[in-house]
């Protein structure tokens, strides 16, 4: 399985550097801005793009100008560890990190508990319409998503060309509950309430350990 999620993850980083479209990234972030999720959202967690990423440099800034407190990931690369911390200035309060990505400066970003987030926006290389996702291989989001309150709400932003039918997943990568694409709203569980459920009481009981 190993080998078949990072061959998946290079023909769907190329695929996505290829077809990269700032106008379906803007669509995208403009289709949640309008959601229930986002406006009653005090808090959000929210990857900072790089490279061919859905561009979210656009939507922190304006969570922030709507006065939500606003965070971003720190990850500590030894332990595996990652934390969300709450930026006061956008872009300032970020510098390079690992592999150049932008991160917040721990000095002066204090952490955002999971407990905390309302609205999370879930990273990756590519997903299904069923909500499995192929992240990047080092399993921070997996954990993290396990800690968040039953009811904060999780969201990814997915070019449609980046939706497939199936995906090399396993049983500990954790899915999300709905897609936004640059045509679209995806309830990715609907056609399997079940699975829904199950991940619930999943998260519920991970959340009151």
């Known amino acids: 399985m190993k080998h078949a999620k990072k061959a998946a993850r290079r023909k769907i980083l190329a695929l996505r550097d290829a077809a990269h479209d700032p106008a379906a990234d803007a669509a995208m972030i403009q289709t949640l801005t309008a959601l229930d999720a986002y406006q009653k959202a005090k808090t959000l967690a929210c990857y900072v793009s790089y490279g061919s990423e859905v561009d979210t440099h656009p939507l922190i800034a304006r969570a922030l100008a709507d006065g ?69 291989g080092g399993g921070f989001y997996d954990r993290y998503l396990l800690r968040l309150r039953p009811d904060a709400t999780r969201i990814a932003l997915v070019p449609e060309c980046l939706l497939f039918d199936a995906l090399p997943t396993e049983d500990h990568d954790q899915r999300v509950p709905v897609i936004i694409t640059e045509r679209r709203i995806i309830d990715c569980y609907h056609t399997d309430p079940s699975h829904e459920t199950a991940i619930k009481q999943e998260r519920e009981a991970n959340y009151d350990a």
């Open 68 to 136: 939500k407190a606003v965070a971003v990931p720190y990850c500590v690369m030894k332990t595996h560890e990652m934390k969300m911390l709450t930026l006061s200035h956008f872009p300032d309060d970020l510098k390079p990190g690992t592999m150049g990505i932008l991160e917040p400066d721990p000095a002066i970003c204090p952490e955002m508990t999971p407990d905390a987030i309302d609205l999370l926006i879930v990273p990756g290389v590519g997903f299904t319409e069923g909500g499995e996702r192929l992240g990047y």
